[in-house]
């Protein structure tokens, strides 16, 4: 069984930097891409950051170029450096992962497969 625990969440002002790890057990890491949802009050979740198993990293437009998503697969962690924060990105952030080796797939379009239970982001402006 895939296990996914969020850290790292917390208060911070505008312009502030939080990073988010995401520890994964029951899957073969290094083969497995992930990924970053978030989801805010009253709002449906969304995709923030995926990270393909070879490293490849796509982001969501509101926040290229102020988070970064990376992976260290001998601490099978997934990590979201989040920079120049925004109240708007006040929001409950979700770690997720797909099966391992799917984006070996041509046309691979990442999936969630997995989720973990969250980790509060708060913002305050």
């Known amino acids: 069984q895939v296990q996914l625990v969020e850290s790292g969440g917390g208060l911070v002002q505008a312009g502030g930097s939080l990073r988010l790890s995401c520890a994964a057990s029951g899957t073969i890491f290094i083969l497995t891409p992930m990924g970053w949802y978030r989801q805010a009050p009253g709002k449906q979740r969304e995709l923030v950051a995926t990270?393909?198993?070879?490293?490849?990293?796509n982001y969501a437009d509101s926040v290229k170029g102020r988070f970064t998503a990376s992976r260290d697969n001998a601490k099978n962690t997934v990590y979201l450096e989040m920079n120049s924060l925004k109240p708007e990105d006040t929001a409950v952030y979700y770690c997720?992962?797909?099966?391992?080796?799917?984006?070996?797939?041509?046309?691979?379009?990442?999936?969630?497969?997995?989720w973990g239970q969250g980790t509060q982001v708060t913002v305050s402006s």
């Open positions: 990270i393909t198993s070879g490293g490849r990293t």
């Open positions: 997720s992962a797909d099966h391992p080796q799917a984006n070996y797939s041509p046309n691979y379009s990442y999936t969630p497969r997995f």
